[in-house]
């Protein structure tokens, strides 16, 4: 059991909610997140990588789809922007005795699956635009408060490893629920879909064990709510290195909303082979990967070392990128792929544990998140705006060479925060309560 530390005083408004006592055993606990991130992962990704894209091409054809889909996914990824730090702020003072982290877990997906299932239902782009930023809100909550249990309940010591198997969650969730769609097809996949993320939010419930607050936390200003969305890089700079890394390692990931356009453009892929292709291709990811992920993951706990790995991560990633910006046939973008995995895998195994290292506050650890989420929320909201006008002037090569130097970028900006065990350095500002 794990004894909440003391409450402090914030300078912008009343005393925060004290931590609530935590009972889950960890094997219970790390089950749990791997479920409902399962689900979550296969809720957005899915429909992002092939879905939206067969969807889109019924409607407006081969040539309308880089735009609208670019509409659909950065209106929805403009939305998610707003409600992680919202979500970690109402589930950290949330005081049900169903619980604060578990309430919204169940609730969040449930509404999405039922958003996702209403989409094959739509006749109009602007009705899938709404729906999917519907999806995003309620994913969103789950997986941000889902986020926020590795802080609440998982030791120090042990969240490289965590980090490392939810990093392979990442990379598995898009080839489980490939795999799953691939003999489907019409209302058959996005009802698959949903019920797989339904599914993963009520076995992690099952499984999670909270206590309510102690007290009842209270009431929020306005102001409040809008300071959920801040937190000073002057007074915390680990903090704000560590959200910069986040953002721009998080663009090489934002490339992937356009797979399904570049195979149907560029290499030649029929409508009937994307789906197979798709899941081709996430083989190759997820065994590269996922090998990369779980390795890293526990590597880094050993060596005590967490800089190197983030660095690796963000430099491979953008060599991928530039690979995939001169492909030309199927064997090139399998090439890319299987560069892309191992810097993606080793920048998830680390990079929830060293985010995990720059909280300011203990009594705010589900709002920072939040916050810390919006660096990986950005690129994706961003990106898709301003994709069809890269596009346009310089095709996929411009765009992947672009999103590979902000991912160089990332991973030497890892060289400004401080390794593990340095904490105590006067230079940073952030978290030293030891779980």
């Not at 598995?172 to 879909?193: E, R």
Request: charged share 10%; glycine share 12%; aromatic share 6%.
């Amino acid at each position: 059991m794990n004894v909440p530390p003391p409450t402090t005083v914030d300078g912008d408004g009343p005393k925060a909610p004290p931590i609530a006592t935590v009972t889950t055993p960890f094997g219970r606990v790390m089950v749990a997140m791997i479920s409902s991130y399962m689900g979550g992962v296969i809720a957005l990704s899915v429909p992002v990588s092939v879905l939206l894209t067969l969807k889109l091409v019924e409607m407006v054809g081969q040539d309308g789809v880089p735009l609208a889909l670019g509409v659909i996914t950065g209106c929805g990824a403009a939305t998610g922007f707003f409600v992680n730090p919202i979500a970690g702020r109402i589930s950290d003072r949330t005081q049900l005795r169903f619980g604060r982290r578990r309430t919204w877990i169940l609730a969040g997906g449930l509404a999405g699956a039922c958003a996702l299932s209403a989409i094959w239902l739509t006749t109009e782009v602007w009705q899938i635009v709404v729906l999917w930023c519907l999806v995003e809100i309620f994913i969103g909550f789950q997986m941000s408060v889902t986020g926020a249990l590795m802080v609440d309940q998982v030791p120090a010591a042990k969240r490289g490893s965590i980090s490392g198997v939810l990093g392979l969650i990442v990379a598995t969730g898009p080839l489980l629920g490939l795999a799953i769609i691939t003999p489907l097809s019409g209302a058959a996949q996005w009802i698959a879909i949903a019920a797989l993320a339904a599914i993963g939010a009520a076995i992690a419930i099952l499984l999670l064990r909270e206590s309510p607050l102690a007290n009842a936390p209270s009431p929020i200003t306005a102001r409040q709510l809008l300071s959920s969305f801040w937190v000073s890089p002057r007074r915390h700079p680990a903090f704000a290195y560590a959200w910069m890394v986040k953002l721009f390692v998080g663009a090489v990931g934002a490339a992937g909303a356009y797979n399904g356009v570049f195979l149907l453009q560029r290499i030649g892929t029929s409508t009937e082979e994307l789906a197979a292709t798709i899941l081709g291709i996430s083989f190759i990811f997820v065994g590269v990967g996922g090998t990369a992920c779980l390795l890293a993951g526990i590597v880094s706990d050993r060596l005590r070392r967490q800089k190197p790995f983030v660095m690796m991560g963000g430099v491979l990633g953008a060599g991928g990128l530039v690979v995939l910006a001169f492909a030309d046939a199927l064997p090139a973008v399998y090439l890319s792929t299987a560069i892309s995995a191992v810097g993606a895998g080793i920048f998830l195994s680390v990079d929830t544990a060293l985010s995990s290292r720059m909280l300011p506050r203990a009594e705010d650890i589900g709002k920072d998140l939040g916050v810390m989420s919006l660096a990986g929320t950005i690129p994706a909201s961003a990106i898709p705006f301003i994709a069809p006008l890269l596009l346009a002037i310089g095709g996929f090569t411009l765009l992947y060479l672009l999103l590979a130097v902000l991912g160089l970028i990332g991973g030497l900006l890892v060289l400004r925060l401080p390794e593990l065990g340095k904490e105590g350095d006067p230079r940073w500002a952030q978290l030293t309560v030891t779980r």
